[in-house]
Each structure stands twice: as C-alpha cells, then as structure tokens.
C-alpha cells in the first residue's frame, strides 16, 4: 500500500458529531489508521445548533488544531442564527473566501476529496488541485442545489427563482467537470451524479457501526423510559421534513397508549416548539452525546421519517441506518421513487408510505401497538439488512482501495 497525502475540504468535521461531519471525520479518522497523511481544510463546528461551538467561540478565525494525527485548518464562518436562502447564501461564501486562505498551508497533497455540499468545496479543491497537481476527487452527501430547489427555502417569485438556479446550476455543472473522480451515497443520486459530472462515478454509501448502535449493550435511555409504545424522531429539524404532517399525525394518536419523543436541532426547531406547545404528550429534548445515541435509538419503539413528497433522493438520509441498527421498524413517508422506499421494502425492516396519509399512518401505528411480536421481527430484520450492507469496516475498506486506483 503507498502512503498518500490527502486534503480534505468540507464545512463540517470533528467535533460535530452527527451527519456529514461525523462520515467526513471517519474518513479522515480511517485514512490515518491505513498509513496516509491527511489535512482538513474546514469550519468551524456548528450544526445542527446553527451556532459555533461553545469551546471554539473564543478562537481566532483562523485556527489550527491537530486531532487524532489529522492536521485541521479552521476558518470561523459566518453562521446565521436563522438560516434562510439568503443567509446561507452568505454562509457558503464566507466560508468559501475563508477557506481560500487556508489552502496556501497546504504544501503538499497527492488527492483532494471535496465533500459537498458546500458545491464551492469544489471550486477549492480545483484551485488547490492546480497548484500541487493533484487528483480531485468529489464526495456528494447532498445536492444542496437540488435540496434547495425542492425544499421550497427560497420565497423568490417564479421568474426570479428560475433564473437564480439556472444560474446555480450553471456553476454546479462547471465545477463538477473539474473532478477526477466522483462518489456519493446513494444509487438514485449516482445517477444524478453521472448527468452532472465527466468523471468516472461509483457508489459509496454512508455507514453505521453497528456496535456502536447495538440493542443487545444499549441501556433504557432517560428520554425514553415510561411504559407506554414510543415514537422517536431524532435528527435535524430542517427543511425537508415534512413537519406540517407531523402535526396533522400526532393530533390523531392514541395519547393513553401512545407518546412521542423529537430529540434534534436545526433550522425549523424554534418553529415546530411554537406549534407543539400545547401538546404535552409530545417531548421535545436537544441532540444527545454520540455516547448516548446507542441508549436513545435503541429504546424507542418505533422510528419515525415524514419527508416532503418533492424532494426525491437529493440525500439518502444518514438517520436511517442508525434508525435500522437499533433493531425497531421505521415509518417513513415520501416520494415513491425514494431510495429509501427501496432499502425498506427490501429489508422488510419498515413501512414505507408515498403519500402523507394520515389515516394510513395511523393504521401502521396502531398495528404495531397491538402486535409487539410483528414489531419485534421487523426490527430484527431492519438491523440485519443494515449491518450486512453498511457496516463502516466494509464501506471504508471499499474507499481506501478506491484510494489506491486514484
């Protein structure tokens, strides 16, 4: 195996914990362990509070760390307390031009991963491909474009919103002809991926670790300890989910035999407080300790995932491997043509609904309340599904001899 030198960019990394940062930081975390040199060209830690980091406040803007022998350059973004298009707009070219300064600290490099989103990450590592000539390779967690567009985050009138993403798209599309290389997690959006980029394209999922999300070692987690069937959504409290059908749906449950826990953060959290306060069968708690996921995860009863019906597969939700590990089925709903419909249908792990049916929700509901035995035995098969196709070791030893052929 030869020692590489590798530079990663991308805005989330060590310490958060959840989502991008937390498969970004495993990659570096695992490149180190395999003999490469790896530096990180990143923000500061933020999501999903949409606030820096309180260790980090008091640090320069421009800061460097060394964590589990990666080199990490920081750049102190701006990060709006309530995130709209606009100020996300802000956001990624803040961290953007930051970024751009930190790149002249990289002296030497063989491959640069790019994780988008941000797309600009792109843009980065072409520069920084440039000037040590190396390999690009692009990593998409999102199409945060695509995201965008189908989240309905920007109020612009019509024509003025077709313009702005025909621009954008315009972009995204130059920038990914820079690529060497290109991956993402999902087969939906390798698909997607192959419109967007020149480049060869291969599938490389994200992954769980399934002993550190294990129902056989977790304990009952504190948010979760009453007696009666637990309903957990734990994640980001964003814009794709479809929180106006959550309302509708815990309207209808059964509040004696029933209750419903949402542990997360994100850009919508402050809304959906306002509009489940006078529901106190409904609990809200912030994220938890990665420590402590294993204990939350596992001592639910049943996870839940209402997406919006628009948004197809711009992301393959990370939440849901975690959800599958904990051996308890998941409810989800969204587009028909969603990946997940098919990681579900295949697992039998799950219900997958493509319409925001309350009525058939509730069905789904109430049949596992009655039935433990037909909740118990999807939730067996959920975890061995999971375990079997996305255990982190098999993931990461698929990147590293890609690794190798870049």
């Known amino acids: 195996m030869t020692s590489k030198k590798i530079t990663l960019i991308g805005v989330n990394f060590y310490p958060e914990d959840t989502a991008i940062g937390l498969y970004s930081t495993d990659m570096a975390r695992y490149f180190v362990e395999k003999g490469h040199t790896v530096n990180v060209v990143t923000g500061f830690p933020y999501y999903p509070q949409w606030r820096i980091k309180?260790?980090?406040?008091?640090?320069?803007?421009?800061?460097?760390?060394?964590?589990?022998?990666?080199?990490?350059?920081?750049y102190k973004q701006y990060v709006p307390k309530k995130p709209n298009f606009i100020k996300r707009i802000f956001h990624l070219i803040d961290f953007t031009i930051g970024s751009w300064f930190n790149l002249f600290k990289i002296k030497e490099t063989d491959i640069v991963i790019s994780i988008v989103?941000?797309?600009?990450?792109?843009?980065?590592?072409?520069?920084?491909?440039?000037?040590?000539?190396a390999n690009l390779w692009v990593h998409v967690q999102d199409f945060e474009f695509d995201a965008a567009l189908q989240s309905g985050v920007t109020k612009s009138s019509k024509g003025i919103k077709t313009l702005i993403f025909k621009i954008l798209f315009g972009i995204e599309k130059w920038l990914f002809s820079k690529a060497d290389i290109a991956s993402t997690i999902s087969n939906t959006m390798l698909?997607?991926?192959?419109?967007?980029?020149?480049?060869?394209?291969?599938?490389?999922?994200?992954?769980?670790?399934?002993?550190?999300?294990?129902?056989?070692?977790?304990?009952?987690?504190?948010?979760l300890n009453s007696n009666k069937f637990k309903i957990l959504y734990s994640g980001n409290i964003g814009d794709k989910q479809n929180w106006e059908f959550f309302l509708e749906f815990i309207k209808e449950l059964d509040t004696e035999r029933t209750e419903i826990i949402v542990v997360g953060d994100g850009a919508k959290k402050e809304w959906l407080l306002d509009k489940i306060k006078e529901y106190n069968f409904v609990k809200y708690f912030s994220p938890v300790p990665f420590e402590e996921l294993s204990d939350l995860l596992c001592s639910a009863d049943l996870h839940i995932l209402f997406q919006k019906e628009d948004v197809i597969d711009t992301v393959m939700p990370s939440k849901l491997l975690g959800m599958m590990a904990s051996a308890t089925p998941s409810l989800v709903t969204g587009n028909i043509q969603s990946e997940v419909k098919k990681v579900l249908d295949e697992s039998r792990g799950g219900y997958y609904l493509s319409e925001a049916n309350v009525n058939q929700v509730m069905n789904v509901v109430n049949n596992l309340v009655d039935d433990k035995t037909v909740s118990q035995e999807m939730g067996l098969k959920a975890r061995e599904y999971i375990v079997n196709r996305f255990s982190k070791n098999k993931i990461l030893e698929t990147l590293n001899n890609k690794l190798e052929e870049v």
């Open 54 to 74: 309180d260790s980090y406040k008091k640090k320069s803007s421009f800061y460097q760390e060394e964590v589990d022998g990666i080199r990490i350059y920081r």
């Open 191 to 223: 698909k997607k991926l192959d419109r967007k980029a020149k480049a060869e394209s291969f599938f490389l999922p994200n992954w769980i670790d399934a002993n550190k999300i294990n129902p056989e070692s977790a304990q009952k987690h504190a948010y």
């Open 117 to 133: 989103p941000f797309t600009s990450t792109i843009l980065l590592g072409w520069i920084l491909k440039k000037r040590r000539k």
